[in-house]
């Protein structure tokens, strides 16, 4: 799929030059690694209880769209628009393709399962309205989202599909 939406794009520009030119509004979009989804509101009714509560269940899956490079998520930042931040500070390969889902709550972090923890039982993300902010090492930003309940969530199931 990553392969056809390249592919797709370069006959739309209708040039050899497509591979070297980066449309300007793109230019945030170049980032390997971009927001698949995000469950920002966990089923049920929210409980912060370490222990019993729901906030494992609410997530947000980062996925590596490049084609050719694995990344690694030590040192990527995750902000809500309130400030509150979650640093990845163990390593974490993303190999292309790959993905990983930020849950909420303690647990055990694992590659294979695709989970990382943010040993935090508060939810982070806003049922109402949010803006989700990833940042890579250097400080630049990956991607941006911003939802609202209302207006992002037409089957108002909790989650939201970004880059798919
Ligand atoms: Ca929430
Ligand atoms: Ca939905």
């Not at 222990?51 to 947000?60: H, M, P, Q, V």
């Not at 630049?140 to 798919?164: E, Q, W």
Request: a positive charge.
């Amino acid at each position: 799929m990553r392969i056809r939406l390249v592919a797709t794009t370069a006959v739309a520009a209708g040039a050899l030059t497509a591979l070297s030119a980066v449309p300007a509004q793109a230019a945030e979009y170049d980032s390997a690694l971009k927001i698949r989804g995000i469950q920002y509101d966990a089923p049920g009714s929210d409980s912060n209880r370490c222990s019993g509560g729901n906030t494992a269940e609410e997530y947000l899956t980062i996925k590596n769209y490049s084609r050719s490079t694995t990344v690694n998520l030590k040192g990527y930042v995750v902000k809500d628009a309130a400030g509150n931040k979650f640093t990845f500070t163990a390593s974490h390969t993303l190999q292309p393709g790959d993905y990983v889902k930020l849950r909420g709550g303690n647990g055990t972090d694992s590659d294979t399962r695709n989970v990382v923890y943010r040993d935090n039982c508060n939810f982070m993300w806003n049922n109402d309205k949010d803006t989700i902010y990833v940042y890579k090492p250097s400080g630049a930003r990956a991607d941006v989202h911003s939802y609202t309940r209302s207006g992002s969530d037409p089957d108002r199931n909790g989650y939201i599909t970004y880059h798919g």
